[in-house]
């Protein structure tokens, strides 16, 4: 999967591309709220698999970076973070897993 990789690119110490940086932060959300995704998809008496998950999310993230989603800033990705974790209700999540999340965020877009 694409976006994972891209995660992967962006912990590691190789230079990313804002894209690269938008699809890492999309891993990201994948990784974190996709389980929560299909918890959601089930109670609609629906199942998602991997693929649909992650293409559930893109639908969301470009939703929320609308005009910024072919040319994401640091700026524009800080925020689409913040609304998709309110989104996601994140917030109930527990505090070790929202720490790691943000640290992945920040590390993600301080490399644009």
């Known amino acids: 999967m694409h976006i994972k990789k891209m995660l992967e690119k962006a912990k590691s110490d190789q230079p990313i591309t804002p894209i690269e940086a938008r699809d890492a932060m999309l891993g990201c959300f994948v990784t974190i ?16 698999d991997d693929e649909q998950t992650a ?19 640091s700026a524009s990705l800080q ?14 999540a527990p505090a070790d897993l929202r720490d790691m999340h943000s640290q992945v965020c920040n590390r993600i877009v301080s490399k644009i």
């Open 79 to 92: 925020d689409a973070r913040v609304r998709m974790d309110q989104k996601m209700n994140f917030s109930q």
């Open 55 to 73: 293409k559930h999310a893109t639908v969301i993230m470009k939703g929320i970076l609308g005009s910024n989603w072919e040319k994401p800033t």
């Open 33 to 48: 709220h996709g389980e929560t995704l299909k918890r959601g998809a089930n109670l609609l008496g629906k199942s998602l």
